[in-house]
């Protein structure tokens, strides 16, 4: 019974928070448009390209060298701060010039905003100090706080009826607040010294850590920019072959079609910790498998469902200046399935120590995503972009996969094909044990 408690309890704070994150962004849209809601999606894909490359694999290495031993924090993360603002810096400089020369129809004043808001996710290496110190709440908390925070100054922007360029507060606010409250609570445990002050008292001792880390992050940098290309290479794509307009359209309906992801991922985390558990490999596919069976029926059913009230959904919830939307959100929700199918083999092949196969694959998914995404939204446009999200997600969450282990998932998938019932009543018998 403590996973339903557990998992109930995890749904209603995911539901909560995402709903009204959801109703807030479609009040944001409605109020600009499609163009100026494109300007801010294309910027933050710009970001986060940027935020990727400034962290540069280290995130993960924090998390690592914490966990072993809790005193090295005040040593590696204030030259790993340095490290990652003169990437950030040099980042955004390039991106700058690039969007000058090019001319792409941006706001200066708003992308240098949104720019100021995320070097603090940047350089935020407090979130993996409280996870790998067993202090996760305190992350849920903080970032509660800063989204409540980043909702309520969307509302008063659009209320006020403010320009464009002031939106980018609410992402100050988000990761603004966020940062510099976790920043507290460090200083506050660990009674450290400013960066500034430690860095020229340990100037060797600062350079010796930044190459550690470059080298260490460099092989954790490669998997993740493959994983932020194929997630984002569409906008950019989409920004340079069609318009800013198009960005905006297809991101209106993007966030709607992955919004109800929320409640099976927080019911899909609350069972792997039996997954985690589990010595027997069989049992483990078991359950995994009957995942795969139940986000595969409620996703097909909510596929179904927008199909015939794609438009009303659409118009309800964005209103007649995101019509296009319409066309792609049955798609795009299809491929929200197959996502949350990766995440359950993800996590799968995550819990038989499979970190070398996941980085492998997801550096081929990048590659392949590359060429998928430029030739079909060169010849469909819009909708070649939710076919190549599709494709993408699809490939990831099977034949990606089926190479690992002797193909464990592809048995899983075959199992869930030929036996969905004797797997559903076993598995669920194992997880109410």
Not at 137 to 164: F, P, Q
Not at 379 to 385: F, H, M, V
Request: hydrophobic content about 50%.
């Amino acid at each position: 019974m403590k996973i339903i408690y557990n998992t109930l309890w995890m749904i209603f704070e995911k539901l909560v928070l995402s709903l009204s994150l959801l109703i807030i962004n479609a009040y944001v849209a409605r109020y600009l448009g499609p163009q100026q809601y494109g300007v801010i999606a294309y910027s933050i894909t710009l970001l986060s390209i940027s935020v990727v490359i400034s962290n540069f694999g280290t995130n993960t290495l924090i998390f690592q060298k914490i966990s072993k031993n809790h005193s090295v924090a005040k040593i590696i993360i204030p030259p790993i701060q340095i490290l990652k603002t003169i990437l950030y810096i040099i980042c955004i400089l390039i991106m700058f010039f690039c969007l000058y020369i090019f001319s792409y129809d941006f706001d200066p004043y708003l992308t240098f905003g949104l720019a100021v808001a995320f070097y603090f996710q940047a350089i935020d290496s407090y979130t993996w100090y409280n996870d790998a110190k067993l202090k996760s709440k305190y992350n849920s908390l903080i970032n509660t706080i800063a989204l409540i925070g980043a909702i309520i100054s969307r509302y008063y922007l659009v209320k006020l009826s403010m320009d464009l360029k002031w939106f980018a507060i609410p992402y100050v606010c988000n990761y603004g607040i966020s940062f510099l409250l976790k920043r507290y609570f460090y200083i506050k445990e660990e009674k450290t010294k400013s960066i500034k002050s430690f860095i020229f008292e340990k100037k060797d001792h600062t350079l010796k850590v930044i190459s550690f880390f470059i080298i260490s992050g460099a092989p954790l940098f490669l998997s993740e920019i493959s994983i932020l290309i194929y997630t984002r290479l569409t906008n950019l794509y989409l920004g340079q072959i069609k318009d800013i307009d198009a960005v905006g359209i297809f991101n209106a309906s993007y966030v709607l079609a992955t919004a109800w992801t929320v409640v099976p991922l927080a019911f899909v985390t609350s069972v792997f910790t039996i997954i985690y558990k589990e010595k027997d490999i069989s049992n483990r596919a078991l359950i995994g498998t009957f995942l795969t069976l139940l986000m595969l029926f409620f996703g097909f059913l909510l596929v179904i469902l927008c199909y015939f009230f794609k438009q009303q959904i659409i118009s309800i919830v964005y209103g007649s200046g995101f019509e296009l939307s319409s066309s792609i959100l049955p798609v795009l929700i299809l491929g929200s399935v197959f996502s949350l199918l990766g995440v359950i083999s993800y996590r799968m092949i995550i819990s038989m120590h499979g970190y070398k196969y996941i980085a492998k694959k997801m550096v081929i998914m990048g590659v392949i995503s590359i060429p998928l995404n430029y030739y079909l939204i060169k010849s469909l446009g819009i909708i070649g972009a939710a076919y190549a999200t599709v494709s993408i997600e699809l490939i990831s969450a099977t034949l990606a996969n089926y190479f690992f282990k002797g193909g464990v998932i592809a048995k899983m998938h075959l199992k869930m094909i030929t036996s969905p019932y004797s797997v559903s009543m076993q598995a669920i018998t194992k997880i109410l044990k």
